[in-house]
């Protein structure tokens, strides 16, 4: 009776170990998604336009209609989601359940804006930004995350 | 404490996201002062030409210009400072080589970006970004992309690039030029005097407009 009580009480404490390790290597990731996403925001409302080093694809998307909505810059609205999905994970770090549920759905979010903008880089303006690919592999590896996380909960169960 | 913890976390990181980020936007905004001091004055009837500095400055120097050749794109940031330096007044006309494949369609850009009061950070775009579109197959979606860089209306900005005004401005500078001897560029003229060819570079054009401006300054 105590063996299983102490089982249980250790599988807890892998499980919760691996749920820190895992949001803390998500909100690491929106991290660094919102250092990059806040760059080009400032960039963009500076009116700076010597970015990416003068690289005409990289002029092309991010001078493109695509790269606004209304007046807003995409990479403004990119900040919000990283901050989002910091936050989200964060809270789901320190045993938020909610939480975990609110960084999935942001994340899906991020995943299908961003295969929506590659979309746009390669078939409407033949270009494509390095800041903007940067951006995606972030994405894609937040949602490799979301996707192996009930895989290692199960496992951890 | 552990309970607060992810809140500090989370306010901490938002407070760094925006401070780092008002402060690039000062760094950049600082180093690049877009506004310039510019002006579209009306000369003749259907002719606007392009200023930079005050009216009664003691040197005007004005500069038949082609965005696409490279003596002009090294002439345009000494020119800027030489401007800041000395508070020169500065005229830019366009002259498009016709040897040059783009430089029409870069000069109607700038026309266009000057109906949006954007023709200077566009003349500047133009030669700092020169080595790039001059080799471009399509120059004129890198011309948009710069119109989207710079934050203009893209669709006034390609319909004006079209449209008869513009090509009529460019013609206008381009027959202004031929009808005063002008046939290459950069030609400059410092206070109505025309710069010798060979003497249209940074260094000489620097010393001419400094001896100008002594020239026009009293003897105390």
Known sequence: ??????????????????????????????????????????????????????????????GSSYAKIGPVPVSGLGALAYFGAFTFATFAGFGYARARQFFAWTVIAMFCMTLWLLFVQAFRLHAFCRYCLFSAALVFLLTGLVVARPVAETQEN | MRRYLPFIIVVVVALLAIGGGAFLYRAKRSANPTPKISKTEAERPGETIHVLGPADAAVTLEEFGDFQCPPCGMLSEPINR???????????????????????????????????????????????????????????????????????????????????????????????????GVKTTPTIFINNEAVPGPKSNPDDVAALVEAAVKKGKPSS
């Open chain 2, 82 to 180: 030489l401007q800041k330096q000395y508070n020169l007044r500065v005229i830019y006309r366009e002259f498009p080589l016709a040897i040059h494949a783009h430089a029409k369609e870069a000069a109607c850009a700038a026309e266009a970006a000057a109906r949006q009061g954007r023709f200077w950070q566009m003349h500047d775009l133009l030669y700092r970004e020169q080595a790039v579109w001059s080799k471009s197959t399509d120059a004129r979606a890198l011309f948009s992309a710069y119109a989207g860089m710079l934050q203009l209306d893209l669709g006034r900005f390609k319909k004006d690039m079209d449209s008869n005004e513009v090509q009529q401005q460019v013609e206008l500078d381009r027959l202004r030029g031929a009808g005063i």
């Open chain 1, 1 to 62: 009776m105590k063996s299983r009580k102490d089982q249980s009480a250790r599988s807890t404490m892998n499980r919760s170990r691996a749920q820190t390790i895992f949001y803390t290597a998500a909100a690491l990731i929106s991290l660094l998604g919102l250092a990059e996403a806040t760059y080009l925001t400032a960039v963009y409302l500076s009116g700076e336009t010597a970015v990416c080093g003068g690289s005409p694809d990289c002029f092309q998307v991010l």
